[in-house]
């Protein structure tokens, strides 16, 4: 498998924005953090971090193609598992039909929405993470004007599929991000 220092060149190869960087680098750690709760070896835990870090990798390049472009014409080149892949192709189950069912595949689509919204709801914050609680997020989730490109079905189903109560993942979250 790919090590993480090419992961990372590869992704600062194709996506110049920073915030889109640092979007992908907080869904990445976010599902390492998962791997790491649920006990799983190492191969996997570098599989979920990868998932996380290489799923929106042609979204600035190929917006209107994501993530099919990245799936037919980059990951071939690339030493990456199938379960990588289907989890990148899972996390746009609109783009690609394929429906998130395995773990890799159901969290990623969990952690890429919410990690989003969440760091939108840092900005806001002076201290950032630090300090946040589950009920000023999901106060947020319920106003519609903040963060409106966010889609709050999918933060709701990701939560589902991961059968967590949204409070519970999001406070996951918000450790893993402070
Ligand atoms: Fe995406
Ligand atoms: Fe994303």
Redesign the pocket.
């Known amino acids: 498998m790919i090590p993480r220092a090419d992961c990372r060149e590869l992704l600062h190869s194709f996506i110049e924005n920073d915030a889109l960087r640092h979007h992908c680098e907080m869904v990445a750690t976010a599902m390492e953090a998962y791997a790491n709760s649920l006990h799983k070896n190492s191969t996997e835990i570098d599989e979920w971090w990868i998932a996380g870090l290489l799923?929106?990798l042609d979204?600035e390049k190929y917006p209107d193609q994501?993530?099919n472009y990245a799936i037919e014409y980059i990951f071939p080149k690339y030493d990456l598992s199938e379960a990588i892949i289907n989890a990148i192709k899972a996390?746009?189950p609109g783009r690609t039909g394929k429906h998130p069912e395995t773990e890799i595949e159901r969290y990623l689509f969990a952690c890429?929405e919410l990690s989003g919204f969440m760091h939108a709801v840092s900005l806001m914050r002076p201290t950032g993470f630090e300090g946040m609680k589950p009920k000023s997020v999901t106060k947020k989730l319920k106003t519609a004007n903040f963060a409106a490109n966010v889609s709050r079905e999918d933060i709701y189903r990701g939560a589902e599929l991961i059968i967590k109560p949204i409070n519970e993942h999001i406070q996951f979250l918000i450790q893993v991000f402070e």
């Open positions: 799923h929106d979204w994501h993530p996390h746009a890429d």
